[in-house]
């Protein structure tokens, strides 16, 4: 009787269970088509020819990152034959996509299903009347990421790959549910109007959806479950559910002696909603949902309050990009990105510029960082309805879809909006879009509050107050972000100070944010005498250590984020890593600059040792004393003192200072081993493995790989080979001979490299700096035989791009160089290339290596000779390789 009893519940359960919701992805074999395809929403289509594919997925992976300037921006359509069980038939069937890049439209078994505007937010479509249960249904999916004025962003420092570049999946309810197409929200929206250390009150809204064409007695009842699991309170309302979409509000849930969230303690609640038949009793459906209790504020002179404790925001901006693959990452990706920012100490996540994958957003309710999100409007706007709904249509989507998230402190629009206006030399007409400017943020701003009213609005800022003032912008969000690049694009770094000092003084009520600073590093480029603009690992340690010093002196400094976690994709930039913009503290394969490693001493309170400049394996450079070649070593610790030895000697015990100490380091030829150790019991080793180039070459001379005008160190990890900076000839040594570096003029001085992609290379900084109007480069090698190999790359003149918008300040300037230059080369007096015009030969921005081989006899070692014909004769890198 007993066990008929229970079998009888077990069946009623499974039966229960059966009619509840289901979700599962459905990212496996898609067949994919670039380009338009007629007719290819019909079911039969024939597809079997297209390339399989498996989501996330984009169609510009590699052409966003090749020498064609560009990428493909148009239709690409997606097919997938899915079996659906007939367990469907009981309810409604929906697809749910969590973002795809730009327009997207959907058919079901050949009938449209759905249409998408806008790359970044999540979609869902109610495809019950479209699908055969039981059978297999031909899903049909049409992207197309083509550049479209009414839809943002217009234009951006980022690739805007297309795809579909995130997960899909069905979900199955029954007919009557908690609504899941509210914007593709969860259905449930909750809100914490009261928080204290005694109390909290929470309200919970959920929108319950009756498809099923009569009417539904429902029961729904809301449980808050504590951290460890307990239920704490719970509220249940029985309505009759008409037709279409009710609102269910149940309000004053308390919960006494609530466990704060917070960045130490990000202790996260659960609401779970739960939809019952009110005559049987059956569950429908359950939803569930984060909760954190906290309450915060920010003030314009103290800047942020979490549950009434001052707590500095300091953390870093994110795009959603991974060497290879573009935008198209899978959920670890995102996950570890934001494990990544909390290990470095972080505390806030500016998810800019759009909003990102929801386990991002997941995450940041987890491990307790806080964040703002932001709708993609970049750099400007189009002045008309349909720009002006999307934006609208893109706010209540972002903030309907993240509304629960208790990381979730600020929604923010229009980065940077008055960057590239179109009318500048107008200035009647640029006054009118500035008012156009304003009107959309007003609506923007009212849409926003009126979907939330319990966060915070940002409009994040470039640095010119005036282009955002004159256009009545500063007043209208509640808070204003400055993204700020003194010393990277101009000037130096103490004008940071004096400009935020300058902008907070005038705008003394605003809560204010330093939404962006950051300076580019390619890692495989070091100097020691680093300078602006030479993507060098040691200057954006000098940005980096300026810019945290100045952002901790300030209170009014609300939030600081770096730009950028990583580096990411932005096609039509040069840089020293073409279509990457390198300002990431990280790789795009999230291998740690040292700029990680400052912060994560200063702001990650775990004890740490971490010997900087870890990833440069191979090292090398000049004899500085026989035998050795010393060069610093920094040591990033939150240690009071740290000991570093060389292959087992010491070399002293140092002070920490600002959360790092450097060593002077002589390095021998071969392995060296370092071994750093804090007076706090921590340890870091490294092995470097370090090419000593001799002063006087001797008879063990081997190679020589030399940059020409340039102070900078390149590790080729590819060939695991160093290049290092020119020196001048001195007998018995080696050098150039008369000329100067190649400096690229611009309103802010010469940058000392050029940031042309350099074609058909991938070791594009040792093509980008050079000695103009050399004589000579000569090596007093020993007699034998050699290859020279003479890297050349014509830097003036290069027809085929636009400059870049975001080089503020970093333009060329002074007339246009044509690169007309004529010179001959000759080795040991023996002509090799005469009449050279490498413009004319092989056109500007090209990697050219010329290899010679050539003698050297009689004690008179290698003279490479340059003669001069029309212009300056130039060379930009050279490589002496014995070969007897
Ligand atoms: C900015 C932009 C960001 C760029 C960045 C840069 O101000 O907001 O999108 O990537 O500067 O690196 O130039
Ligand atoms: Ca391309």
Redesign the pocket.
């Known amino acids: 009787m007993r066990s008929l009893f229970l079998s009888l519940l077990l069946t009623l359960a499974v039966l229960a269970a059966g009619a509840q919701r289901v979700t599962y992805s459905i990212n496996e074999t898609w067949r994919f088509h670039k380009g338009e395809a007629a007719g290819a929403e019909a079911p039969a289509y024939a597809d079997e020819k297209w390339e399989i594919v498996t989501l996330p997925h984009t169609w510009n992976a590699q052409d966003a990152d090749d020498d064609t300037p560009g990428y493909y921006r148009g239709v690409g359509w997606y097919r997938k034959h899915v079996r659906i069980g007939e367990e469907a038939a009981r309810g409604q069937t929906y697809i749910y996509f969590e973002g795809a890049n730009q327009e997207t439209d959907l058919y079901v078994n050949g009938r449209h299903a759905g249409h998408h505007t806008g790359g970044y937010t999540r979609f869902c479509f109610d495809i019950t009347e479209l699908i055969r249960p039981g059978q297999t249904n031909v899903l049909a999916v049409k992207v197309d990421n083509k550049d479209n004025p009414d839809i943002p962003p217009l234009s951006?420092?980022?690739t805007f790959f297309g795809g579909i570049y995130r997960d899909v999946y069905l979900i199955h309810t029954p007919a009557v549910h908690i609504s899941t197409t509210d914007c593709a929200s969860s259905g449930v929206y909750i809100t914490t109007p009261e928080v204290s250390e005694r109390n909290a009150e929470v309200n919970v809204r959920t929108l319950v959806d009756n498809r099923s064409g009569r009417k539904s007695r429902v029961r729904v009842e809301n449980t808050v479950y504590a951290p460890d699991g307990t239920r704490t309170v719970q509220a249940s309302t029985r309505i009759e559910a008409g037709g279409g979409t009710t609102p269910v509000v149940q309000e004053k849930m308390t919960v006494p002696q609530p466990a704060l969230w917070s960045p130490d303690a990000p202790n996260l609640y659960r609401v779970v909603t739960r939809l019952y038949d009110d005559r049987t009793g059956a569950l429908l459906d359950e939803v569930v949902n984060p909760l954190g209790l906290r309450w915060f504020e920010f003030s314009a002179d103290k800047g942020f309050f979490l549950n009434g404790k001052h707590l500095k925001l300091i953390g870093t901006n994110r795009h959603q990009d991974y060497l290879g693959k573009g935008w198209a990452l899978d959920d670890i990706v995102h996950v570890q990105d934001v494990r990544l920012l909390k290990a470095m100490g972080g505390n806030y996540l500016r998810v800019a510029?759009y909003p990102q994958d929801p386990v991002v957003m997941e995450m940041c309710d987890k491990l307790g960082i806080l964040t703002s999100v932001e709708i993609p409007v970049?750099d400007r706007i189009t002045e008309n309805a349909a720009f002006e709904k999307n934006c609208l249509d893109m706010a209540v989507e972002m903030v309907r879809q993240d509304f629960n998230r208790p990381s979730v402190v600020v929604w923010a629009y229009m980065?940077?909006v008055m960057l590239r206006p179109p009318f500048k030399g107008d200035s009647v007409r640029h006054a009118i879009y500035g008012r156009n400017v304003a009107a959309l943020a007003r609506k923007i701003e009212n849409t926003i509050r009126r979907e939330d009213p319990s966060r915070y609005t940002m409009l994040p800022c470039?640095g010119s107050f005036p282009a955002y003032d004159d256009a009545g912008l500063l007043q209208i969000p509640m808070i204003v972000g400055w993204?700020l690049?003194q010393g990277w694009y101009s000037d130096t770094f103490p004008a940071f100070d004096r400009v935020i000092d300058r902008f907070h003084q005038r705008l003394p009520d605003k809560p204010l944010f330093i939404t962006?600073y950051?300076a580019d590093v390619d890692p495989r480029l070091h100097s020691f005498a680093p300078q602006r603009f030479d993507y060098s690992a040691e200057y954006a340690n000098l940005y980096h250590r300026h810019y945290v010093k100045a952002i901790m002196e300030r209170d009014f400094i609300a939030s600081a984020t770096i730009?950028n976690l990583n580096d990411f994709y932005?096609e039509s930039r040069g840089n020293a890593v073409p279509h990457v913009?390198n300002?990431g503290i990280n790789g795009l394969d999230r291998r740690h600059k040292d700029t990680y490693l400052l912060y994560k001493a200063r702001f990650n309170p775990e004890p740490a040792t971490m010997i900087g400049n870890a990833g440069w394996r191979v090292r090398g450079g000049a004899e500085t004393a026989p035998g050795e070649c010393t060069q610093p070593v920094d040591v990033y610790s939150n240690a009071k003192t740290v000991t570093l030895c060389l292959n087992g000697k010491s070399l002293g015990e140092r002070p920490v200072r600002d959360f790092y100490a450097t060593f002077d380091v002589p390095f021998a030829d071969g392995i060296n081993t370092l071994e750093a150790t804090g007076d706090n019991g921590t340890k870091d080793l490294l092995r470097v493995d370090f090419r000593l180039v001799r002063r006087n070459p001797g008879r063990e001379f081997r190679e020589l790989n030399v940059m020409l005008g340039s102070q900078r160190y390149f590790e080729d990890p590819e060939h695991s080979q160093i290049w290092i900076p020119e020196q001048a000839y001195t007998p018995g040594s080696w050098g150039y001979v008369g000329g100067k570096p190649y400096g690229k003029p611009t309103r802010h001085g010469a940058q000392p490299a050029s940031d042309n992609d350099i074609y058909g290379t991938r070791q594009d900084p040792l093509f980008q700096t050079q000695r103009v109007g050399l004589e000579a480069f000569r090596a007093d090698v020993p007699d034998g035989q050699y290859a020279l190999y003479l890297y050349l790359a014509e830097l003036e003149g290069d027809p085929q791009r636009e400059p870049l918008a975001?080089n503020l300040g970093g333009d060329a300037v002074g007339p246009k160089s044509t690169g007309k230059r004529v010179f001959d080369i000759s080795v040991n007096g023996i002509p090799v290339l005469t009449g050279l015009n490498i413009a004319e030969e092989f056109g500007a921005s090209r990697a050219v290596v010329k290899k010679v081989i050539a003698e050297a006899a009689d004690g008179k070692g290698l003279t490479v000779s340059f003669g001069k014909r029309e212009g300056e004769p130039v060379l930009n890198a050279i490589r002496i390789y014995r070969i007897y």
């Open positions: 951006a420092d980022f510029h970049v980065n940077e470039h993204n690049y962006e950051g730009w932005s913009n300002k975001y």
